[in-house]
């Protein structure tokens, strides 16, 4: 165990004040959060926000500029080479030995961080037997989702304390990508804190809690239920027989605040006491519309982070 | 010429039992479907159902194995400089080179589709208006955010009118407010009568969609109107039709 003081057990992650700049771009601006241990904690916004450049900070690739970061109370500088035998880390891009079959990558790893494969079997046993029927075929061989599998159980081969998962579901499809988020849920119920990012809105429900980001700065961090929570004004879903003309109509209604699509419906910001269902309704019949449908809805975390980012 | 259909053809894709091989592997299995002009049709599967390879033949890239298949009226199988002329392409990888201006990529695109430099010049001004661009005519499209960049790479991909655009997974990645404005941009585009074919990951975006199908191990597993497919399969949601179909694949490989 480590000596270092103000040193709390139950805390995976701990990041403070951490900043980044390319040059004049400033990649990360003040990041700071906390992760504690068994947490699924998802750092959630699109490409470009400075997800990458966060975790590449934290499993001890790159320098911050500013700012500390600690992983199972060890400093990311100074005790650089204690956090790399402990964490376990699947980059964004596909970072396997293309050249090498399925089995030899994973025995590679298990080799590198002095264990084998039969000793952590147990962890990545379901989902290595899923890819286990092609174990030797080479890795560039394999399909996108199969990639994805071995990539996963080679970052966890030697039994990691602490998970950094860099967009494992991007460009992934919807069924693929729940079964992925089904195998994260198993690894927390062993113990392992798990830092994941995806620019899939949706995905934040299955998070403990989750951070949006977005332009290198953290928009909120919460719990998905309180971030929705929190959400400023009323929002109603509004549907008709017309959606394109529908977006246009509502966007020039003086009530409305914001209009977005949103799959089959429109979701609509309105402050609280603002709309009246009768009135719009009336409203949009004198615009042409027909099966008009208007009613209040729970805002989702993709409507929050929306609402955040154009603070 | 070379015109099998007139260009006024109401269909803009046809394919007729289209296959595709690799060795044993039947990437594209017998796919059988038409896309009208001024159409947003929805391109769906999971990864591995043959969606790429499909729309490679569709590009003229590829050349099927069996069947055949009319793009703006040229045969993918003996037309394909004929079909590559006539339609855009745009993916969530390959856009716009990052180290030229956006004039200058346009202005590249432009000429490779055979406009003239006057036409080039005149439409650049009017889409620099439309897209609130103005200011960023003279930057490198590497310093743009990526929901530019993506916004700007569909406007190119469109910028020669071609009858037909594919877009390949346009919107992953970015913000989701970007991302609806990209989609009014395809409404748009549709409007003015370019057929728009299109694949995704978010199945709120099919949803947008006039008509959508969905591969399944190679085959087109189901192909209507997003709210027909729902009522066909008693789902809430595209994601749950979705899941209902793809759940289906046997395919080993994916």
Same mark, same amino acid.
């Given at each position: ?7 709390n057990?139950?805390?995976? +992650? ?17 990041? %700071?959060f ?40 060890? =400093? &990311? ?9 402990? !964490?376990?880390?699947m980059?964004?891009?596909? %970072? ?18 002095n ?8 962890? &990545?046993? =379901? ?19 199969? *990639?994805?599998?071995?990539a ?13 998962? =860099? ?23 062993q ?17 403990d ?17 309180? +971030?929705? %929570?929190?959400?400023?004004? *009323? ?27 949103f799959?089959?419906?429109?979701? !609509? ?7 009246? &269902? ?18 209040? +809805?729970?805002?989702? !975390? ?8 154009? *603070? | 010429?070379?015109?099998?259909? #007139? ?18 592997f ?21 990864n ?20 055949? $298949? ?17 339609? $855009?392409?745009?993916? #969530?990888?390959?856009?716009l ?23 080039? @010049?005149?439409?650049?001004?009017e ?6 661009f103005?200011?960023? /005519?003279? @930057? ?33 990645g970015?913000?989701?407010?970007? /991302? /609806? ?7 748009d585009?549709a409007? /003015? ?36 497919? @729902?009522? #066909?399969?008693?789902? @809430? ?11 289906k ?6």
């Amino acid at each position: 165990m480590n000596n270092n003081q103000n040193t709390n057990p139950d805390i995976s +992650i701990h990041c403070e004040s951490i900043s980044k700049n390319y040059k004049k771009i400033e990649a990360l601006k003040n990041i %700071s959060f906390e992760v504690e241990r068994g947490e699924i904690f998802g750092i959630i916004g699109p490409d470009g926000a400075g997800k990458t450049t966060l975790f590449r900070i934290l499993t001890t690739l790159i320098l911050a500029n500013n700012g500390t970061a600690k992983i199972d109370g060890f =400093d &990311v500088v100074k005790d650089y080479k204690e956090i790399r035998k402990r !964490v376990g880390y699947m980059p964004g891009r596909f %970072s396997l030995y293309q050249d090498l079959t399925v089995e030899e990558n994973l025995n590679f790893f298990a080799t590198v961080f002095n264990t084998t494969i039969e000793e952590n079997y147990e962890l &990545v046993k =379901d989902i290595y037997q899923q890819i286990e029927p092609f174990k030797k075929r080479r890795a560039g061989k394999l399909s996108g989702g199969m *990639k994805q599998k071995l990539a996963l159980s080679c970052a966890l081969i030697h039994k990691p304390s602490v998970l950094f998962l =860099d967009e494992p579901t991007t460009g992934v499809d919807p069924v693929s990508r729940k079964e992925f988020w089904g195998m994260l849920k198993k690894l927390k119920a062993q113990g392992i804190t798990i830092l994941v990012s995806t620019p899939y809105m949706d995905e934040a429900s299955l998070c403990d809690r989750i951070a949006l980001i977005q332009n290198g700065e953290f928009l909120t961090i919460d719990t998905p239920k309180s +971030i929705v %929570s929190q959400y400023e004004n *009323k929002l109603w879903a509004i549907q008709s027989d017309k959606m394109h003309k529908l977006l246009i109509d509502l966007r020039a209604n003086e009530i409305t605040k914001n209009c977005f699509a949103f799959g089959d419906k429109h979701h !609509v910001s309105v402050e609280n006491g603002k709309l009246i &269902v009768d009135d719009l309704h009336e409203y949009l019949i004198k615009n042409g519309h027909k099966n008009i449908k208007i009613f209040e +809805i729970e805002p989702t !975390v993709e409507d929050c982070f929306m609402q955040l980012s154009q *603070k | 010429m070379e015109n099998i259909i #007139q260009h006024n053809s109401a269909k803009v894709i046809i394919a007729e039992n289209l296959t595709k091989k690799f060795g044993s592997f039947t990437a594209v299995d017998n796919i059988s479907f038409e896309v009208e002009r001024g159409e947003i049709f929805g391109f769906l599967g999971a990864n591995g159902a043959g969606k790429t390879t499909a729309m490679r033949m569709l590009c003229g890239l590829s050349i099927p194995s069996a069947g055949k $298949g009319l793009v703006a009226n040229y045969d993918i199988k003996t037309q394909t400089e004929l079909v590559k002329k006539n339609i $855009g392409y745009m993916s #969530q990888k390959f856009s716009l080179y990052d180290d030229l201006k956006v004039w200058e990529n346009i202005e590249l695109f432009g000429g490779i589709y055979g406009m003239k430099d006057k036409e080039i @010049k005149q439409k650049t001004d009017e889409l620099m208006k439309v897209l609130n661009f103005e200011d960023e /005519r003279d @930057k490198l499209v590497g310093s743009l955010p990526l929901g530019f960049k993506q916004k700007l790479a569909f406007s190119v991909s469109i910028f020669h009118n071609p009858q037909v655009v594919f877009l390949d997974e346009p919107t992953g990645g970015v913000d989701p407010i970007t /991302r /609806r404005q990209f989609w009014e941009l395809i409404y748009d585009a549709a409007t /003015r009568g370019i057929t728009v074919f299109v694949t995704t990951h978010y199945m709120d975006e099919a949803e947008y969609c006039d008509r959508v199908s969905i591969m399944v191990d190679g085959k087109i597993e189901a192909l209507d109107s997003p709210k027909n497919l @729902k009522k #066909q399969l008693n789902a @809430k949601n595209m994601d749950e039709v979705f899941q209902q179909l793809a759940r289906k694949s046997t395919r080993k490989a994916d």
